[in-house]
């Protein structure tokens, strides 16, 4: 696999190039003041990695939930709350 890695301003002027190297089956990253911000990666993969996705956005938003309530108890959710807001937005099936 080939991973290429561009600044915003170049994505923004060789997107259609960009899309070319993806079809081969080249990943593109994307940088924004010299950090990652996006990926392109095939269809085809992406795809595949929905289910995957989807959980490791839940453990994101799991864990800055976590950080928030280890810094101010006060601000925590009880756990049927936090997963009724997860389903509400998509991220997880009732």
């Known amino acids: 696999m080939t991973l290429t890695i561009v600044k915003s301003r170049q994505a923004r002027q060789e ?15 994307i ?3 010299g950090k990652r911000v996006a990926a392109v990666i095939p269809a ?10 989807e959980d490791l956005r ?16 006060d601000t925590g959710k009880p756990y ?7 389903v509400d937005e998509g991220l997880l099936d009732e």
């Open 58 to 73: 839940i453990a994101r938003r799991a864990g800055i939930a976590y950080e928030s309530w280890k810094n101010n108890p």
């Open 31 to 33: 940088e924004r003041n």
């Open 15 to 29: 997107w259609r190039d960009m899309l070319d190297k993806v079809q081969t089956g080249e990943d593109v990253i």
């Open 44 to 53: 085809e993969d992406y795809e595949l990695l929905q289910e995957e996705l």
């Open 80 to 86: 049927v709350e936090f997963r009724s807001q997860l």
